[in-house]
């Protein structure tokens, strides 16, 4: 019976663990209202883990939240490199998250998305330097 135990608790874990990060990020997600100047490096991370996030545990909830507040940095800063923050996501439920994200993002951000995937695909292609 001990061992039983032991066992379930390494094989559930990674469930709670993932359920528990789904949830922090989220609620620090929920808690942005707006984004002021061009954005800081925390909350670069926290798009970037949210992203990650995503890809391992997929939660509607938290995509939708990604998205409006990928949205809201995007009012401020254009720059290229903000795609790569999404990478985890797109590499891993492009089918998923793509719709969700087009649907939230502005027409204005949209094509500023668009923009900035070229820029960062040719950059990609030829280097930055």
Do not use: C, H
């Not at 990020?25 to 954005?39: A, C, D, H, N, Q």
């Not at 490096?41 to 509607?60: G, R």
Request: zero cysteines; hydrophobic letters at 40%.
């Amino acid at each position: 019976m001990k061992n039983f135990i032991i066992t379930l608790l390494f094989v559930v874990s990674p469930f709670i663990e993932a359920t528990n990060l789904n949830t922090t990020y989220l609620k620090e997600l929920k808690e942005i209202k707006t984004v002021s100047g061009k954005g800081d490096n925390k909350l670069f991370k926290l798009i970037t883990d949210s992203a990650q996030e995503l890809s391992v545990d997929w939660s509607p909830e938290l995509a939708q939240e990604l998205a409006r507040v990928f949205n809201s940095l995007l009012e401020v800063n254009q720059n290229s490199f903000l795609v790569e923050l999404l990478s985890p996501v797109l590499e891993t439920r492009a089918k998923k998250f793509r719709p969700i994200l087009y649907k939230t993002l502005s027409k204005k951000n949209k094509k500023a998305y668009e923009a900035m995937k070229k820029r960062n695909q040719e950059e990609s292609k030829r280097g930055n330097g």
